[in-house]
């Protein structure tokens, strides 16, 4: 298979299309790491939660509702159920090894999955989205409105949450709880809830992530395992305990893979996933903590 | 401790025995059930050197299976330049083939921590099922490679299924002996003084580095045992035959086994397969609730159910079923080890 001419329209395309896929990874790879920050855990099952709540959206959606007005019953849904998870299922276990919190995120992730076969069964459906997919002329490069609305709305998202932590006080309290819960706790912070708030907001992440990619594949009940890894990618890339890093390690991930799969042969769209992880791989042999992050040095 | 030395012996003699009878008690098609247990075993007793003993989480044994797996297939089909190898002597090359795979990944393991290493393990597990996709000519592609099918060799008088439990179970106890062996001596107080603190075993005077990837390479070397026989078995191989979701049920059974506990990754093994085949069995269970009506045949089921059963021993149980015993037989054992 002979690759076609380069041009640079096309070139551009692909970076578009790199940056609606890396936003989408920022999305998910930033609820990640608000989990991990507070618990240290890596939520295994945060792209079944995603996957789960763009489901409830297209049922809202099939009973008559409009893209926008099911948007805020969604994002609720998802906060309480992000919630309600920590409370049940991560609370009685908060100060076990992180092998077994891993483990009952694997579970959930398995549980969620079942469940939404059994619910909404395993075929695809179209999911219709609040943006066209005609496309505009951005300085004489063809690029869809779909893409264009996918980028902002992700990035709206993140800047809101970035005014949240760094303005209100709750922000303030969870930050602290993340970084330090025994003094956090001295000064009155209710750790625990900080936590399961912590949930709350990845789920909302996830959600919007979900809602956004669906009108682009198919929604089916693994229809976010695979973005998942990337998001672990992504959020490895920048380094776990970085907010920002998650971010443009998304971005930077979105990019270089779209642009790797079109122009280097040898990759394709088959090894993807394994050039993503041979990436990261080798930056963490380079660089432990990521991009952003910081190497904890432990006192012995 | 001499007691417990007999004590364990006794046991291991006890096991040998149930498996050597078992197939005169039950049917073929049983017998092929239970070598699939067995083979599960096989691959838990890796993951249980690896995870509950020097405390390295890995995601991603069904690749080694794999693996080992696809080693079989080609040496057994196309051979060493043109000469089919007969396939259980395909098994120990498996093996090492994925053995040595392991000592790979073990080396870049030894930087990463915890839940990096969790990560990349999955990674390789995913990123596994794409190679033969890739590489479709030598590997078989989507569609896969038949192996021949078993036969029991020597004139023995064995139907193909019994064969196959005979040879899994025999592997399996000299593996699990083996672990049992390398366990109790100094690499077994090594990997535990690693798993619960690097610091403190380095400190100590032991090479965390040759510990680790040993740990890594032993590990791989059971899984890539336990996928040649599962190819053997299932006499064809294809990106499906080790879905990625086989790395998270050898997790789940190693949860449900209990970490650090070698005989208890039986019951293990025993659950991956029957949540894997029997999950619309549960589900009639669970339908004798009040106001529950599943209908056992959907697809979702068996992995809802799983997800389910994993959490809820997770919450209940977070030793697994060897930690229930070691709880059952505490009264007994204490008193037995106590010197009056």
Known sequence: MAVAAFTWTEFAQQLAAGIREGAIYAGLALALVIIYRSTRVINFAQGELATFTTFIAWSLMNHGLSFWSAFPIVLAIAFTGGVAIERILIRPVENASVLTIVIITLGLALLLNGLMSIIWGGQNRQFHGPFSTRTIDVGGVPISVQDIGIVVTSLALVALLALFFRYTKLGLAMRAAAVNPASSRLVGVRVSWMLALGWGIAAVLGAVAGMMIAPVVFLDPNMMQTILLYAFAAAVLGGLDSPLGAVVGGILLGVTITLLGRYVEFIGSTLKLPAALLLILVLLLVRPGGLFGKVAVRRV | ?340
Do not use: C
């Not at chain 2, 001499?2 to 364990?8: F, P, R, S």
């Open chain 2, 1 to 340: 401790m001499k007691l417990k030395l007999v004590l364990e012996i006794l046991g291991f003699v006890a096991l040998a025995v149930l498996v050597a009878v078992m197939p005169s008690f039950v049917s073929d098609f049983h017998s092929r059930e239970f070598a699939i247990v067995g083979m599960y075993f096989i691959a838990l007793l890796g993951l249980g050197v690896l995870t509950g003993y020097s405390g390295q989480i890995s995601l991603g044994h069904g690749a080694f299976m794999a693996i080992g797996g696809y080693t079989t297939a080609i040496l057994s089909v196309d051979g060493i330049s043109g000469h089919p190898v007969r396939d259980i002597w395909t098994i120990p090359i498996a093996g090492v083939v994925a053995g040595l795979a392991g000592l790979l990944v073990g080396v870049p393991a030894l930087r990463l921590s915890g839940l990096y290493l969790a990560l990349i393990t999955f990674g390789i597990a995913v990123s596994f099922p794409q190679l033969p996709k890739k590489f479709g000519g030598f590997l078989g592609g989507t569609s896969g490679q038949i192996l021949n099918l078993v036969k029991a060799p020597f004139g023995l008088d064995l139907t193909p299924n019994d064969w196959i439990y005979y040879l899994t179970w025999g592997i399996a106890l000299v593996l699990l002996a083996v672990a049992w062996w390398l366990l109790r001596g100094p690499t077994g107080r090594a990997l535990q003084a690693i798993r619960d603190s690097e610091v403190a075993a380095a400190s100590s005077g032991i090479n965390l580095a040759f510990y680790k990837t040993l740990a890594f390479g032993i590990s791989a070397f059971y899984a890539g045992v336990a996928g040649a026989l599962y190819a053997m078995a299932s006499a064809y191989v294809n990106p499906d035959t080790f879905p990625i979701i086989l790395s998270i049920y050898l997790v789940v059974g190693l949860a449900v086994g209990g970490l650090g506990s070698l005989a208890g990754l039986i019951a293990g093994a025993a659950l991956i397969y029957f949540l894997q085949n029997h999950a619309d069995t549960v589900a009639r269970w669970v339908n004798h609730l009040p106001a529950v009506d599943l209908n056992p045949k959907q697809p979702g089921i068996s992995s809802a159910i799983f997800g389910a059963v994993l959490i809820l021993v997770m919450l209940l149980l977070p030793t697994g079923a060897g930690g229930l015993l070691r709880k059952v037989f505490r009264p007994l054992t204490t008193r037995l080890y106590t010197r009056s």
